[in-house]
Nanobody, 122 residues
Framework: QVQLVESGGGSVQAGGSLRLSCAAS????????MAWFRQAPGKEREGVAV???????TYADSVKGRFTISQDNAKKILYLQMISLKPEDSAMYYC????????????????WGQGTQVTVSS
C-alpha cells in the first residue's frame, strides 16, 4: 500500500526550468521501475521518462535532452528535472511505480500519484 505524492509543479515561461518530486510513503516500495507520465487536456496520457531498478533510463523522444529522471532511494523520492520547457510540455504530470520492464510506457503501473500541474507560457 504505497502512496505517491507529486510536488514541484507550477507556471513558468518558455525556456524555464522546474524540478518535480514524487515522495513515496505508507509501505515498502522495494526494487521497481518508476516513471513519469503526463496528460494534457484533450490528449491521452503519455509516458515521459522511466528509471529501472538497475539505474538505466528511457525517455520519450519529445523530452530527450531536456528532462532527466532520477531517484533518491534512501529518501524514497523520484525526481524529474525539466529544462528548456516548451508550451507543449504543459500538462498534469503523474508519477508511477511498478511499471512493466518490457513496456514501461504502456500505462500499466502498481501505484499512481494524484498529479502536479505544469504550465508553460510563451
Amino acid at each position: 500500500q504505497v502512496q505517491l505524492v507529486e510536488s514541484g509543479g507550477g507556471s513558468v515561461q518558455a525556456g524555464g526550468s522546474l524540478r518535480l518530486s514524487c515522495a513515496a510513503s505508507g509501505g515498502t516500495l522495494g526494487s521497481s521501475s518508476m516513471a513519469w507520465f503526463r496528460q494534457a487536456p484533450g490528449k491521452e496520457r503519455e509516458g515521459v521518462a522511466v528509471i529501472f531498478s538497475d539505474g538505466r533510463t528511457t525517455y520519450a523522444d519529445s523530452v530527450k535532452g531536456r528532462f532527466t529522471i532520477s531517484q533518491d532511494n534512501a529518501k524514497k523520492i523520484l525526481y524529474l528535472q525539466m529544462i528548456s520547457l516548451k508550451p507543449e510540455d504543459s500538462a498534469m504530470y503523474y508519477c508511477a511505480a511498478g511499471v512493466p520492464r518490457n513496456s514501461p510506457f504502456s500505462g500499466a503501473a502498481h501505484y499512481w500519484g494524484q498529479g502536479t500541474q505544469v504550465t508553460v507560457s510563451s
